[in-house]
């Protein structure tokens, strides 16, 4: 049987399948991604980038296969352990998902509360994340009232706030400028640089090129070259 | 930390006032209603001790007897079981007694020739034997006696209260389980429709790691409130008519004989207990349907 065995890698996948009904998102798929590495999922729209990170954080079940989170088999994880699991991981979604009736600081927040943190840690830890991301001017705001990429910045901050083992990125800079697409990459490598390991989905192949990371290309639902 | 989930809880309840203004309202009718009868039961009981307490029997002669024969009969009825004191009541002592009950008519008996009251004795019974079935018993005893013509303690009256007092009990049982259950299905059904409202907040916090019980903890903590405030809505509302009618009985006879009184301290939180048991109730069948997918 599987296990964890091996302690350098923190993600592990294999012969991952998903099937949404007759549609294939994800087929055979098999990784290794290890601790504090900074990785990119590369692929066009379609490919299957957003279905492959839900299944690490079980926003959705796989349909065959298995996958090992920081030592934790997916598949034999019991229910109440979920929250723990998510709590390895900071996810900037591809849609956001802030919640749209609370304030940027109290989305932001909320991942500390989860936590138990004190109020007076969570005022100081949220203030300085939304001051490096370029947000701390709209503390008070509620992200409809946002543009697109002030929210992805909220997004991204509100990842990151928790310190967490991995940083799942789908599309963190889709809708930014390429200048703040780059001050958002920078963010994310000095978490990298700081032992994270961060998991980047995207299509933008100019960051990816510039960067000189590594990439897991992925094409109709499976992993190329 | 716990202030963050009242902190919650109060904004929930605020998020949508009139949705759980209704709820409230529901709680406080059910209480109401449901303490209205209870109020009622509760005094209708204690009328019915007092009453029971204050009974005697009175044994009347069918015509007058020796002094003799009077000893006699006292003597055996103050041997019987359940027998405090027996007195001698004259027939005049008797007259007497209705005039000064009737005052101002007692002109009425002014004109009468001859006193048609008879003799008899007045029974006091012991505590201990106050009850409905032993006075039964005890009278069924004195009729026997030949020269006692009859017995009297209000049986019929007594035993028809009671049959009420009973059936009173048992539509009560039958009224709070109903509105029991409505009040259940009530907040349930609020608690649901919140729920519903907040679905995608509720997603989004499982996904950064939120545990149930962080997020189900203000929800139920909005039950509680809820049947507090609707509890004590309820009895306010119950108080104020109940004032008005105590009252006016005290005013109307005398309070000795009607000692009209409200929920004891320990009962009135008792109620409130049973009202935020209700919401804590409502709030987990919903949740447990809700989250546990
Ligand atoms: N819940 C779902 N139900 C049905 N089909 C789905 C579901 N989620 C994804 N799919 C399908 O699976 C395939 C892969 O979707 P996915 O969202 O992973 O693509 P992606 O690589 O993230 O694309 P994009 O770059 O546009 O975000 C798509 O064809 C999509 O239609
Ligand atoms: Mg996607």
């Given at each position: ?41 590369c ?60 304030t ?61 083992k ?60 | 930390?716990?202030?963050?989930f ?75 079981p ?70 009297e ?10 049959n ?10 039958a ?28 997603e989004?916090?499982r ?55 409200f ?31």
């Amino acid at each position: 049987m599987i296990d964890g065995g091996d302690n350098s890698s923190i993600i592990r996948m294999f012969h991952v399948h998903k099937h949404y009904g007759s549609k294939k998102a994800l087929i055979n798929a098999t990784l290794d991604i290890h601790r504090n590495e900074f990785v990119f999922i590369c692929g066009p729209s379609g490919a299957g980038k957003t279905t492959l990170l839900k299944l690490l954080y079980l926003g959705d079940k796989v349909s065959a296969g298995q996958i090992i989170v920081d030592g934790i088999n997916l598949s034999r994880i019991p229910r109440k352990r979920i929250p723990f699991l998510r709590r390895k991981f900071g996810i900037i979604f591809q849609d956001y998902k802030l919640i749209s009736t609370k304030t940027v600081f109290e989305n932001i927040a909320l991942v500390l509360e989860v936590t138990r943190n004190t109020r007076r840690f969570i005022e100081k830890k949220v203030k300085s994340v939304l001051r490096t991301v370029g947000m701390e001017g709209r503390i008070n705001a509620y992200p409809p009232s946002l543009s697109g990429g002030e929210q992805q910045r909220v997004a991204v901050a509100r990842a990151v706030v928790g310190d967490p083992k991995v940083i799942l990125a789908d599309e963190p800079t889709g809708n930014l400028d390429a200048e703040s697409s780059h001050i958002i990459f920078d963010f994310l490598n000095q978490f990298y640089n700081r032992g994270a390991t961060v998991v980047i989905a995207t299509h933008d192949l100019n960051l990816v090129r510039k960067t000189k990371k590594s990439v897991i290309h992925l094409n109709q639902g499976q992993i190329v070259a | 930390m716990t202030s963050l989930f009242y902190k919650r809880a109060i904004e929930g309840i605020l998020e949508n006032k009139f949705l759980q203004g209704v709820t409230i309202l529901t709680f406080a009718l059910s209480i109401l209603i449901v303490c209205a009868y209870l109020l009622f039961f509760i005094n209708a009981n204690d009328f019915m001790n007092s009453w029971e307490k204050g009974i005697r029997i009175m044994a009347y002669f069918g015509s007058d007897q020796h002094q003799e024969e009077l000893e006699n009969v006292k003597r055996k009825i103050q041997k019987m079981p359940g027998v405090q004191s027996v007195r001698f009541i004259s027939k005049e002592e008797a007259l007497n007694r209705m005039k000064e009950k009737l005052k101002t008519q007692a002109s009425l008996l002014m004109d009468l020739k001859e006193n048609p009251l008879p003799d008899a004795f007045e029974v006091k019974i012991i505590a201990a034997s106050q009850r409905i079935g032993k006075i039964e018993n005890l009278a069924t005893q004195i009729k026997a006696i030949p020269s006692v013509d009859e017995v009297e303690y209000g049986r019929r009256w007594l035993n028809r209260f009671s049959n009420v007092l009973a059936l009173f009990r048992l539509t009560g049982y039958a009224l709070g389980g109903l509105f029991f259950m409505a009040t259940v299905f009530i907040v349930a059904n609020t608690i649901r429709l919140a729920l519903y409202s907040k679905r995608e907040e509720i997603e989004i916090m499982r996904l950064i790691g939120a545990t149930d019980r962080f997020i189900k903890i203000p929800f139920y903590i909005e039950g509680l409130i809820q049947g507090a405030l609707g509890g004590l809505i309820g009895l306010s509302l119950l108080f104020i008519p109940f004032k008005w009618i105590a009252t006016n009985i005290e005013h109307s006879f005398s309070s000795a004989l009607f000692p009209i009184r409200f929920f004891p301290l320990e009962v009135f939180l008792g109620i409130i207990i049973c009202s935020m048991f209700v919401g804590w109730l409502g709030c987990y069948l919903s949740l447990k349907q809700f989250l546990e997918v």
